[in-house]
């Protein structure tokens, strides 16, 4: 069965610092991962996946499936980077499209001024 | 857009009554999915539907049934509710075709007495 594990449940950095958000995942097939955040009062939102390879509000992510990870970082977090993050993986549902999402319990990053 | 949208937001229920908690997807989207999400935890998927058929069903009883309409929108059925069923509902739609990601709704909370 696949399965996500954060294994950080709070992370605290200072305005300026680089930031490191852990993720890792078992799964026998070939996944594709994600990572949604939530922001206080809005709902859940892909921050990225990584079959993009993109760099959204600074994040980046590398897919390493040697170590099974998929840990999120940026250089530099602002305090507007204080929110819930979740690590998800997805299956194929059949060719053309993602099936179930499965989450992990989520990191709540908190940025200090 | 207003995306993708859910009602009611809160709902209180008692042991034993029956729920039906309904999702209309983002302009666009085919495809609908269900998650629950308990107190500190992630999103769990509970089924996904495609076409008004239930594609993929995640680790639920029979209990939790849905639906999906020719517009796309969708319903979410729970029986015999039980102490534990209280959480947040999520519904995420999709793009059925070309790997498009899931965009969340804001939830209905679940309460049961």
């Known amino acids: 069965a696949q399965r996500v594990t954060q294994p950080e449940k709070l992370l605290s950095v200072f305005k300026g610092a680089p930031v490191e958000l852990k993720c890792n995942y078992s799964y026998s097939g070939s996944p594709e991962l994600f990572w949604y955040v939530q922001y206080s009062r809005q709902r859940l939102q892909l921050l990225l996946r990584h079959i993009s390879r993109e760099s959204i509000k600074g994040f980046t992510a590398d897919l390493n499936k040697g170590e099974t990870s998929f840990h999120l970082k940026k250089p530099f977090a602002q305090e507007e980077d204080s929110a819930m993050y979740y690590c998800a993986l997805s299956e194929d549902a059949g060719g053309t499209s993602y099936g179930k999402l499965t989450f992990g319990q989520g990191t709540i990053l908190t940025v200090h001024p | 857009d207003a995306g993708v949208t859910q009602s009611p937001t809160h709902l209180i229920k008692t042991r034993g009554q029956q729920v039906t908690l309904r999702c209309s997807p983002k302009s666009g989207h085919d495809t609908v999915s269900w998650y629950q999400q308990a107190l500190g935890q992630g999103p769990q998927f509970i089924f996904q539907?495609?076409?008004?058929?239930?594609?993929q069903r995640g680790n639920f009883p029979d209990r939790f049934s849905g639906h999906q309409f020719p517009n796309y929108s969708s319903e979410l059925n729970v029986n015999a509710l039980l102490l534990g069923d209280s959480a947040l509902y999520l519904c995420?739609?999709?793009?059925?075709?070309?790997?498009?990601?899931?965009?969340f709704g804001d939830g209905t909370r679940l309460s049961i007495l």
């Open positions: 995420a739609s999709s793009l059925g075709t070309g790997y498009q990601p899931q965009h």
């Open positions: 539907y495609y076409e008004e058929e239930e594609r």
